[in-house]
C-alpha cells in the first residue's frame, strides 16, 4: 500500500485519502493508549483540554511524531519544517484527538456498541495485512512490528475506529435528500442564466482619486514598511584562502589512508568502492584542502581570540600576513560587489554592532574574519523625500478603495430593482468551475446567482481579478419539469454522499460548539 502510494504521491486524492487515514488512525490509537479512560493521559503540561478531559502533552506529541512518521513513509524521505508547516501537521495531530474524543463520548451516550466480531473482521479487510487478496496473519504481526506497536494495543485502538466509523455512519444515514433539494440541484444544473452587470477596476477610477496632504502623511504612518530603507553596514575584512596555502602543506600516507577511509562513499564505481590506488591522487587533493581549510581556521579563530578586544582588525591582518578589504554601505538585498553570493559573511555582518569583529566564517572562497566600521539602521525616510513613491501608493490604495465602494453601491441599487446602466454576459448554463461569460471565472457568482430568480441580485459586489462586479439575473430559462420528474431518484442517489458529508461536518461543527475546549497555542503555533 505504501509502495503504491509513494508512486503517486503527487496525485491530489492520495494525498487527502493519506490524510483521513492519518486523522482517523493516530486519533483513535490515542484515545486508548493516552486520553481514553479517565482522560488525565501522560505526562507533564497538556496539550488540550476537552469538557474536563486532558490531553496530556505526551499524548500529543506522540500523536504528532505518529503523523510525521506516516508522512515520511508516503513520501518516502524525512519532512522538512517548511513542509510540516504547510501540511499543518501539528494541527493535524491535535484536531485528530479532540474530534475522536467529542466523536467517542457521543457515541457512548448513544449505546453504540462494537463486537470482537467486528473488530476482526475491521483488521481482516484492511489492505496493509493482505497477502494474495487474503488476510495474513504473519503480514499483520510484520507490519505491527515494523512500526512498534503491539496486537493488545492496535486491537484496543481498531475498536475504537469502528465505533468511529459507527457513531458517523448513524450520522450520515439520519442525512435526507429532499424532492425541493434534488429539484434546486436540477434547476442548477440545468437552467440557463443571463446576467447584467456593472464593473469597476482601480484603473478606471484612478482619475477621480484626490489626495491632500493629510492623506499622504496618513498612508506614510500607516504603512511604514513599504517605504523604509534596509539594514545597511559598511565592513573591513580580511579573506584567507586556503588554496594559497596547499603547495606549503603536504600530507602523510597515513592521513590520506584516514582520509579515504571517513569518505569511503565518495570513491563508488561502476562495480563498488574503488580502491585508494585508483584514487588516490584525488584522495590526496580533497584531504589537503581540507587540511589546510581547517588549519587556517584554527589559526584565524585564535588570531581573532587573542586581538577581539583591542578591535584593531589591521593588527589581526598583520599577525596573518594579510591585507585588510573594504566595502561600501551595503544592505542584505544589495550586496557590496565583492561579496555577492556570501550569504554567510552578510548574515554575520547584519548581527555585529559597529566597531565590532566577528568570525571566522568560512565560505567557498576561503575564511573570513569581520569589522563592522559602520552601520546604519533601517529608517522611513521623511515624506518630503519620499513624496513621488508615498504618492503613487496611497492613490493605489484609494483607487482600490473607490472601485470596491462604487460596486457596493452598484449592488445595492441592483437589488433594489433600480434602473442602472449595465452590461450583459450573454446566456449560460452552470459550471462548477465557475465559468461566466464575459466576466471570467467566479464559483463564487456562480453559486450565488443560480440560487435566484429573475430580478434578483446578491447584496455585495465580488471581486474577480483586479475588478469588482456586482450582479443581477437579467433573465432565467427554466429546464423542462418533465426531465426532472424521469431523473429524480437518480438525482436524489447522486446527491446523498455529498449531503450526508455536509450533515457530519455540521454534527461535528455542533459537537464543538457545546464543548468546553482549551487548546495550548503555543503548542500548535508554526514559528
Known amino acids: 500500500m505504501l509502495n503504491i502510494m509513494r508512486k503517486k504521491k503527487n496525485s491530489i486524492i492520495i494525498k487527502v485519502v493519506f490524510v483521513i487515514i492519518v486523522l482517523s488512525f493516530v486519533g483513535t490509537m490515542f484515545l486508548v493508549w493516552g486520553v481514553g479512560s479517565d482522560g488525565m493521559g501522560g505526562g507533564k503540561g497538556y496539550a488540550a483540554k476537552v469538557n474536563g478531559t486532558v490531553i496530556s502533552l505526551d499524548d500529543y506529541k506522540s500523536a504528532y511524531q505518529r503523523v510525521s512518521s506516516m508522512y515520511e513513509q508516503i513520501y518516502g524521505q524525512s519532512i522538512p519544517p517548511e513542509m510540516q508547516k504547510m501540511l499543518g501537521l501539528k494541527k493535524v495531530a491535535l484536531d485528530g484527538l479532540i474530534d475522536n474524543l467529542l466523536a467517542m463520548k457521543e457515541a457512548k451516550s448513544l449505546g453504540i456498541k462494537v463486537s470482537k466480531d467486528d473488530v476482526a473482521s475491521s483488521i481482516e479487510s484492511m489492505p496493509m495485512f493482505q497477502k494474495d487478496g487474503k488476510f495474513s496473519?504473519?503480514?499483520?504481526?510484520?507490519?505491527?512490528?515494523?512500526?512498534?506497536?503491539?496486537?493488545?494495543?492496535?486491537?484496543?485502538?481498531?475498536?475504537?475506529?469502528?465505533?468511529?466509523?459507527?457513531?458517523?455512519?448513524?450520522?450520515?444515514?439520519k442525512a435526507v435528500v429532499t424532492d425541493s433539494d434534488a429539484l434546486a440541484q436540477y434547476k442548477k444544473e440545468n437552467?440557463?442564466?443571463?446576467?447584467?452587470?456593472?464593473?469597476?477596476?482601480?484603473?478606471?477610477?484612478?482619475?477621480?482619486?484626490?489626495l491632500s496632504e493629510a492623506d499622504l502623511t496618513s498612508y506614510l504612518q500607516n504603512n511604514p514598511n513599504e517605504f523604509k530603507s534596509a539594514e545597511k553596514v559598511a565592513l573591513s575584512y580580511i579573506l584567507l584562502d586556503p588554496a594559497s596555502q596547499v603547495a606549503k602543506t603536504s600530507l602523510s600516507e597515513e592521513e590520506i589512508q584516514t582520509f579515504y577511509q571517513k569518505n569511503i562513499d565518495r570513491w563508488q564505481g561502476k562495480d563498488g568502492i574503488l580502491p585508494l590506488t585508483e584514487v588516490k591522487e584525488k584522495v590526496k587533493a580533497e584531504a589537503l584542502k581540507q587540511k589546510v581549510a581547517k588549519q587556517l581556521f584554527e589559526q584565524a579563530a585564535d588570531t581573532l581570540y587573542k586581538n577581539i578586544k583591542a578591535g584593531d582588525l589591521n593588527l589581526i591582518a598583520g599577525a596573518l600576513k594579510q591585507k585588510v578589504y573594504e566595502t561600501d554601505l551595503f544592505s542584505a538585498n544589495a550586496p557590496a560587489a565583492s561579496l555577492i553570493g556570501e550569504t554567510a559573511v552578510i548574515k554575520k555582518a547584519l548581527e555585529l554592532k559597529q566597531g565590532e569583529l566577528g568570525g571566522p566564517v568560512e565560505t567557498a572562497k576561503g575564511?573570513?574574519?569581520?569589522?563592522?566600521?559602520?552601520?546604519?539602521?533601517?529608517?522611513?525616510?521623511?515624506?518630503?523625500?519620499?513624496?513621488?513613491?508615498?504618492?503613487?501608493?496611497?492613490?493605489?490604495?484609494?483607487?482600490?478603495?473607490?472601485?470596491?465602494?462604487?460596486?457596493?453601491?452598484?449592488?445595492?441599487?441592483?437589488?433594489?430593482?433600480?434602473?442602472?446602466?449595465?452590461?450583459?454576459?450573454?446566456?449560460?448554463?452552470?459550471?462548477?468551475?465557475?465559468?461566466?461569460?464575459?466576466?471570467?471565472?467566479?464559483?463564487?457568482?456562480?453559486?450565488?446567482?443560480?440560487?435566484?430568480?429573475?430580478?434578483?441580485?446578491?447584496?455585495?459586489?465580488?471581486?474577480?481579478?483586479?475588478?469588482?462586479?456586482?450582479?443581477?439575473?437579467?433573465?432565467?430559462?427554466?429546464a423542462p419539469k418533465a426531465q426532472f420528474d424521469a431523473t429524480r431518484e437518480e438525482l436524489k442517489s447522486k446527491m446523498l454522499p455529498k449531503k450526508q458529508e455536509e450533515a457530519l461536518i455540521e454534527w461535528n461543527k455542533r459537537l464543538r460548539?457545546?464543548?468546553?475546549?482549551?487548546?495550548?497555542?503555543?503548542?500548535?503555533?508554526?514559528?
Open 137 to 173: 496473519f504473519d503480514q499483520y504481526q510484520q507490519v505491527l512490528k515494523a512500526n512498534r506497536i503491539t496486537a493488545k494495543d492496535f486491537e484496543e485502538g481498531q475498536e475504537a475506529e469502528v465505533m468511529l466509523k459507527k457513531v458517523r455512519q448513524s450520522i450520515r444515514d
Open 191 to 210: 437552467d440557463k442564466l443571463e446576467l447584467e452587470y456593472v464593473a469597476y477596476a482601480p484603473a478606471d477610477v484612478a482619475a477621480e482619486v484626490k
Open 367 to 478: 575564511i573570513y574574519i569581520l569589522k563592522v566600521k559602520e552601520r546604519k539602521a533601517a529608517a522611513v525616510p521623511a515624506l518630503a523625500e519620499i513624496r513621488g513613491a508615498v504618492e503613487a501608493k496611497a492613490k493605489g490604495a484609494k483607487a482600490i478603495e473607490l472601485a470596491k465602494k462604487k460596486a457596493e453601491d452598484a449592488a445595492k441599487q441592483l437589488s433594489a430593482k433600480a434602473a442602472v446602466k449595465t452590461q450583459s454576459t450573454g446566456s449560460f448554463g452552470f459550471s462548477a468551475k465557475g465559468e461566466i461569460p464575459v466576466i471570467g471565472t467566479s464559483p463564487e457568482i456562480a453559486e450565488a446567482v443560480f440560487k435566484l430568480s429573475t430580478g434578483q441580485a446578491p447584496a455585495a459586489p465580488f471581486k474577480v481579478g483586479n475588478r469588482w462586479y456586482a450582479v443581477r439575473v437579467k433573465s432565467r430559462t427554466d
Open 513 to 527: 460548539e457545546k464543548a468546553k475546549i482549551e487548546i495550548n497555542q503555543a503548542l500548535i503555533a508554526d514559528k
